[in-house]
């Protein structure tokens, strides 16, 4: 008789969002599944279920620690193939792992970009070997120029996760309409970046106080909003499932709001960065604070956490996205937009809503795990015995300083910062994959 590995994580506090389960435990992995989970787990009976030896056992004391159901973000940027010098697959999946996600969905926007079956196909299998799960979107258009739809059945069959022109906007609504019509039909979601150029004078900066203390043109909260308004309208007509990334002004919250009170099938992301900074923090950090869309004024900040709080804004993702330190030193003008965040998100999410009261712990892992998970049609983690053993163990508020990073950037202005939520393990398909 074969005996069997086992993880045995003991004296931890569960959280599990699909069974809204936040009390005491202990959890048992064997192999890539839960074998048991629960305060009265008998280790004895779970070892004779399974053939457990008991040097076969590897044990985690989780005294004073959170178990939950590993974290999904669905909106990274791992840059390969195209920008590697950023970032690649093998270290995204790291940082990934760091910050205690078990799944991540790459966006599109590589060099080549994923309109086409070889670089879908190239991604998916460099994903495959990095011990997390890596799964990739397709754009909605051939090259990302907006006008001509790609073979979006294709794509699908190849194993497409989504849709998206994430890092363009698609300005023809008769291209959109047709895209969200196909998606409906497939069953899959389209997310979209919304800002409309017409109201944008130079990007990357909230066009207001701080655009003008900096004689910088700014991106105005009209370009999302107009955005958010008409493709509110359109998935309340198509009935397809729309994802609003990043969103980063009230009226936009308002909209989706609106849209879901109607019928929509509508999901709004938000970003730490976008719940925990405000445009001043472009004067303190310059282009570590530049991303598309903008951080924005308090009023927006409180508005994207009023719009968690009641649901509106049902996904936190990171928007992770990589730059060289050479690219991102050049002035506020040139520098590429955008930061990295697999491995502060958890940290900013206890710190800016979980520690306030803004929201409970439980309901931060239903915003981090079982929501983004649903959205993609992935059965969501939990810790429930025959369900995979995907996990994150972690010192809810044990302190920790940002500044080592797995990924090969490090542009963030979280760097230095003492943060909340330590991870310890991150464990994917019953395999540790990160030990802190």
């Known amino acids: ?59 985690i004391d989780a005294t004073g620690l959170v178990v939950a159901p590993g974290l999904v973000d669905t909106h990274v940027h791992f840059r390969d193939p195209g920008f590697t010098y950023k970032e690649d697959i093998e270290t995204g ?15 599109a926007n590589t060099k080549p970009v994923v309109d086409n079956i070889d670089t879908l ?38 194993g497409a996760a989504g849709f998206t022109d994430d ?23 389209v997310s979209l970046h919304e800002e409309d150029p017409l109201f944008i004078k130079q990007p990357g900066v909230n066009m207001g106080k701080v655009s003008e203390t900096l004689n910088y ?19 309340l007509h198509t009935g397809a499932c729309l994802c609003i990334q990043h969103i980063s002004s009230k009226n936009s919250v308002e909209y989706v709001r609106a849209a879901k009170k109607l019928g929509a099938d509508i999901h709004a992301e938000a970003t730490p960065h976008h719940f925990t900074l405000t445009e001043e923090a472009v004067l303190e950090y310059g282009t570590n604070a530049r991303m598309n869309p903008p951080l924005r004024t308090e009023e927006d900040r409180l508005a994207i956490i009023e719009g968690i709080k009641d649901g509106t804004i049902d996904i936190i993702v990171t928007d992770h996205a990589p730059h060289s330190s050479e690219e991102k030193a050049q002035a506020l003008d040139k520098a590429p937009s955008g930061i990295i965040g697999l491995e502060t998100s958890l940290a900013l999410g206890i710190r800016s809503l979980v520690q306030p009261g803004h929201i409970s712990l439980l309901k931060l892992m239903e915003l981090m795990s079982k929501n983004p ?20 163990i972690f010192g809810e508020n044990e302190t920790w300083t940002a500044g080592e990073y797995a990924s090969k950037a490090d542009n963030s202005p979280f760097t230095g910062w003492e943060l909340p939520g330590k991870v310890h393990y991150t464990i994917c398909a019953g395999n540790i994959v990160y030990k802190g």
């Open 1 to 59: 008789m074969n005996s069997k590995k086992m993880i045995y994580i003991k004296s931890g506090r569960i959280v599990d969002p699909v069974t809204g389960y936040d009390g005491p435990g202990d959890v048992a992995v064997v192999n890539n599944m839960i074998a048991g989970a629960g305060s009265d787990l008998d280790i004895e009976v779970i070892k004779a279920k399974y053939d457990v030896l008991d040097e076969d056992i590897q044990i």
């Open 167 to 189: 890092g363009l906007p698609i300005m023809d609504e008769a291209v959109l309409l047709e895209a969200l019509e196909k998606a409906k039909e497939l069953g899959l979601p």
């Open 93 to 107: 999946a790291a940082a990934a792992a760091r910050g205690g996600f078990t799944t991540v969905v790459c966006m």
């Open 373 to 392: 998970s649903e959205l993609y049609g992935l059965l969501p983690g939990s810790l429930q015995e025959e369900e995979v053993a995907d996990l994150v």
């Open 217 to 235: 043109g700014g991106a105005g909260r009209t370009a999302e909003d107009i955005m958010v308004a008409r493709d509110s309208a359109l998935a």
């Open 121 to 158: 196909k190239y991604i998916q299998e460099k994903g495959e070997k990095t011990g997390i799960h890596v799964l990739q979107t397709a754009t909605v258009t051939k090259g990302m120029a907006g006008k001509e739809l790609v073979d979006m059945d294709a794509l699908e069959k190849a």
